[in-house]
């Protein structure tokens, strides 16, 4: 152990030894750690000033529980907390004050995070209560359903942070997640039945802690709203009861599916499909989804070397990613499904396959679907083609190509069939079930539906009530499955100064106020 640490490990021992330290500390000064809460210290006054002069009574006196970890998750729920306040609500924040979910972080920095944090959110007491989960005295022992819950928490834990599907329960990511999450529902769930609020939101609901708060309300029968930011800037996705990153939207379509486009909708659902192919901006969303320009299907045919026998297109995920954890319906992994997919058309020389690796994997540190192939085939037969994350190729060319999609949760399948290509979910994705998806059960299901579409791919293509069904779904999914939100996590204080808490909770309050009421608790009305 080097000299600093050992000194700051002996400190961690040592009673008030934090304490001492940040009372010798300039007031109001920031610590040197990536546990920084210093944006919201600064905005803190003007964001309470602002919520005070509101004074709503949106919320009568509700009873909302607010729970984050890690600095930038504490800092937003602040955020909104706060601003619930000034709807009138009775929020409540509790926060862990660590700035890592994978690494120990020594008792003397931990305390010293702790009495930082309290220190900057004083300065909301009148409007927000907060408890530090180390500060609060009570805990209980988990029933075993909730110690269940943790290993499974855990276990999407190291499979996040590694991004990997196999976990090694003895690993020391494992066991420090399960060390922290455990400690985490002990506490939460002591506070939440002491407190019984009327609502718990958290944001997330899957991962680390806050998958842990989730699954503590939802034991205790206390209604939960989750929320994750979408890939559209001013919104969030949410839901109740539930994980948002499942993205149930049963709901949502059992309200809306069969409602009829219009057609300026129909025009701005194409619109974004459109600047999606080709890889440009659109509207609000915040990111590109394509580095490649689209060529051109027949440049992509003659790149790849493909001939005119059938093409399947099998689009992969990230592994990791969190809309994979969990969505398991036949197979073990997905890395599974790919290996025994990859084996069986290796056989079938009569059809070509496309293996379509997500390009969001350069961004990536886990194993790469282009190992799971070569694994699962030493070496590629003529019929089968790997196209690499950085391999210069448009995906929308090769769905232009294809006869057949396989794909696990990726949204590539909801897009191949806005094109009328046949596709077959292998996991629990939000679109399966809309009825323009084949959506097989187990193994062997699986298999003689390949069978069957490959004998004859053009009898499986999708007909037009089945196409418009694909489009109706994805303008609901894309333009009103996420719900207006003026915060996002990230460049969360540049949203601050366009959309501040005053035109919020004032001017903007039409668009905004449907989703506060969601979020703590009033259903969702679609």
Known sequence: MKGKQAIKALLGELPLSAEVYMSL?????????????????????????????????????????????????????????????????????????????????????????????????????????????????????????????????????????????TVDTGSDIFRLRLERNRFAAEKLLALVEEMRPDAVIVPNGTIQELGVAYRVARYLGIPVSTYEFSDQRDSIWLAQDDEIMRQDTRSMWSARGETPLTA???????????????????????????????????????????????????????????????????????????????????????????????????LTHGPSMVDVVNVALPGLPENIHLVGPRDKVNTYDLVELADLGLVYTTTTGLEMALAGVPVVAAGDTHYKGKGFTQDPQTYPEYFQ??????????????????????????????????LPFPWRLVQLWEDVKERPVSYVLGEGLPKYEATFRSLAGEKIEW
């Not at 997905?334 to 390009?359: G, N, S």
């Not at 999708?462 to 994805?474: H, S």
């Open 264 to 362: 300026d909708q129909r025009e701005r659902i194409e619109g974004y499909y459109r600047a999606k192919m080709q890889g440009d901006l659109f509207g609000n969303f915040v990111r590109q989804w394509q580095s490649s320009r689209r060529a051109g299907s027949e440049q992509a045919r003659q790149q790849l070397g493909l001939d005119d026998r059938p093409i399947v297109l099998l689009a992969t995920n990230v592994l990791g990613d969190s809309l994979t954890l969990g969505r398991q319906v036949f197979s073990q992994t997905m890395a599974e499904w790919i290996e025994r997919t990859v084996q069986y058309l290796a056989q079938r020389k009569d059809a070509q396959l496309i293996i379509r690796v997500h390009p969001g994997e350069v």
């Open 25 to 165: 500390r300039p007031k109001g000064k920031a610590l040197r750690t990536r546990f920084s809460l210093e944006h919201l210290r600064r905005h803190l006054p003007e964001v309470t000033l602002q919520a005070q002069s509101a004074a709503l009574q949106i919320g009568n006196g509700k009873k909302i529980l607010i729970f984050a970890t890690l600095h930038y998750w504490v800092e937003q729920a602040a955020l909104l907390g706060i601003s619930l306040a000034g709807m009138g609500y009775a929020p409540h924040l509790a926060y862990l004050p660590y700035f890592d979910w994978q690494k120990p972080v020594d008792k003397f920095d931990l305390r010293r995070n702790n009495l930082y944090a309290r220190d900057v959110l004083a300065a909301a007491r009148s409007l927000l209560a907060s408890t530090s989960l180390l500060d609060y005295p009570n805990s209980k022992k988990l029933p075993p359903s909730l110690e269940r819950d943790m290993e499974l928490v855990s276990h999407y834990d190291a499979q996040y942070t590694l991004q990997v599907e």
């Open 449 to 482: 539906l390949l069978d069957k579409i490959l004998a004859d791919p053009g009898k499986f293509r999708l007909n037009t009530g089945q196409v418009d069904a694909a489009w109706r779904y994805a303008y609901r999914f894309f333009f009103e499955y996420s």
